[in-house]
């Protein structure tokens, strides 16, 4: 007897000692501010992970724009990479991608669990590395019309369909105080991104662009030369005002709430910045009115267009992990937990659910807002999409063409003299090639 | 520092006990880093592990050639000496003038002054950045100001033409004439000027005539905006002066606490002998502080050459590149974009080239007309 209670005893210790799991440490690099909307939602998710996961344990490390940028180069220089970080899936975080710093994804969460994404979020085309170094979470729009439609109709305007409807509202919406729309871009990205890009796929199109990256075309050719002269006769005729050229990113979705423009001009992700933010309970734009007397639109019909309609999109932001980390290690294991987490329906209705994005997961529902619900209808009433500029082109091209539309808008420098300098950047780029 | 031939035995491991840690240290985070940005700059790395991964290798002088060739630099480089010229020969001088006139006693509540004077020193850089950008912003009070006075002058205009046909008389003449007033861009919004603006006049028939000129003020007077920072010869003036602004105070400090050394009995006796104030100044005090005179350039020029929080946070090097200067250069060309880390180390290096020239400088200009520190 006293032999089987002492088998019985050793096997349970076996066991216990068998199953308990080894406590592992993930470095987490996170990508947030704490004045953003959606803040308090994201400490949550990350609590939540913790608590679920008492054998994981997480040193989070949050930064946000340059500061976040620097730091994960400083890793990247040491060797060092965090475990889980955030990354960009063209040349913003171009140093991951071409110096194959994180695992392929592909492999790592399989066929299986990517099925629930959407295509474009897992084509490997779309990331610079040509394979999936991360998983974006949203496949983003960067150029959308958000149209106060109510003060349209108090002024006896419809929502613009051309360039014309446009430039027609300037002398009644001027001389009530009112700009017509209102692109700040003192950070020198947003035109090129939430505008210019568009205008490049209208006017010239993606295979132009391809045709430059492939030296059988030029940005001195005419349908480049056309798409600057579109964004120097928004400025000329009165449509955009030089003043936005002095106005920071962060003024403008006020100015535009506030009623001080018609139109605002930014990417999808800034709907996230009118809906109500949970902890003061306070929206730019309250739920009715965003539901009634705000649309969505791409930018109007602008004539000689070649592509009708196409409005520029890219693959969003995403989650990576270190390719430092040993295949089978418990670490790798533990970093893929966290990352399923992170892709989860729920985690993905939260962050839907705050305006952050429209989700690639497929399926994910939320209690959104109506101007967040107004997204994924904008998605699919223009599904034709063209290349946003910084996805394609390099930092040394695209800055150029940055600093270029800044100076059109300051009207110091002219289409073609803007066009000439980038294509000098490109080609002193190619030679350093 | 002991005899080298003593350095042995006891003495020597003394010696070096005490020596060595420090030194280790400086070897780490002063003599490496220098080492390795040198290494950088004519390196071939383009990111990744540095040690131990993708082997990287010696590029030649190639990042050098590139910054010299980018007009982009050039323009950085006139921006810092502008910024070099404006701490030599405009903070040195005033904080001299100011040190002078409060050491002198020559103006009423000289503690006063020398607070005031120095209070923008104590605000964070940052602050100031912000405080100087929300001045200059299209937003901001300067704007205000203009748009008002611009708004005035424009509404007395229109008032006075409407006087003149008697009312709300709109005839083809009268639109061409308000067209006139609000310049050639103006004709730019309209497809057909005349007849839409004068449909646009029309209706406000009924209304009462302020609204509509108030109306015809808000569309044709241009709104004032800082576009002068747009123009590469001038658009450093604001930063200068909010430079000027902000450091000439640390200069009169620095100046006033080495003329409070220098014996009063001296300048006394010079009053006696029939020295003016300005003769005091020139042939007295001038002379006694050529070394603090010097020590203070060499401070302004190497602070002139590596300023960077100040005009980033005021301008960020924009609009469109204009206002950068070497260090923001530098800071893009590391961290905007693809970083690239041999350009930027080929910056940096440059602006330490550049530093040690000029306090050369200096120091030869001092050894040539300077006088001896008491």
Redesign the interface.
Known sequence: MKRMIAAILLIAVAAVGGFAQEKVTLTVMNYQQADQAGYPEDVKIWQDFQAANPDITLNIEVLFN?PY??KL?AY????TMPDVFYVWPG??S??IH??K?AKDLNQLLGAAYLKDFSASATNPANQLGGYMAMLPQSFTYTSVMYVNTKLLADNGFKPPKTY?DL??M???L????IAVAMLPN???WPMQSCLFSTVVGRMAGDDFLDAILAGKAKFTDKPFVAALEVIQNLY???IL???D???GYG?AAGMFASGKAAIYIDGDWRAGAYITDKASGKALISPAAQDKDFALMPFPAIPGEKNRGVVSAVAGTGWAVSASLPAGSAKEKAATRLIQYLYSNDVQAIRFNTGAYVPTRKGVKADVEPLVAKVPVFYAENPATCYVIDGVL???V??VIN??L??IG????TAAQVAAETQAAFESWKA?K | MPNRNRLHGEEGRAYWSMVLPAFSIYLLVMAFPIVLSIVLSVSNY?????????PWGFAGLKSYA?VFSDPLFWNALKNNFYIVLLSVFGQLPLGFIFAYIIYRRLVKWPGFWQGVLYVPNIISVIVVGLLWQTIF???GPIAEVMNDLARAGFQSRLEALFASVGGFNVDDGLVSKILDMAGP??L????DPVP??KE?ILSYEGAPLSELIG??C??FVP?W???F???PNIAMLPVLFVILWMYTGMYLILFLANMQKIDSQVIEAARIDGASEGQVMRYVILPALSGTIVNSAILAISGSLSSFSLIFAMT?G????VTEILSIYMY?NA?????N?PLANAISLVMVVISFILIGLTKMAEKRYGGKEE
Do not use: C
């Open positions: 340059d940028h620097q180069q990247a220089a040491a060797g040349a913003r171009a140093v071409e110096k710093l014309a430039k027609k300037v002398p009644k001027k001389a009530k105080g003192k950070d020198a000329k005729d009165g005002s030089r003043e050229v002095q106005i003024e390099d930092p040394a695209y800055n600093d270029g800044i100076a300051l009207g110091t420098k350093s | 383009s990111g990744g592990k540095m040690f131990g991964g993708e590139r912003s299209p937003n861009a103006a730019d919004w309209f497809s839409e603006l646009l109306d015809l808000n569309l709104r905006s800082p576009e920072l747009s123009k960020g924009g609009p469109s590149r893009n961290f905007l974009g693809r970083p880390l």
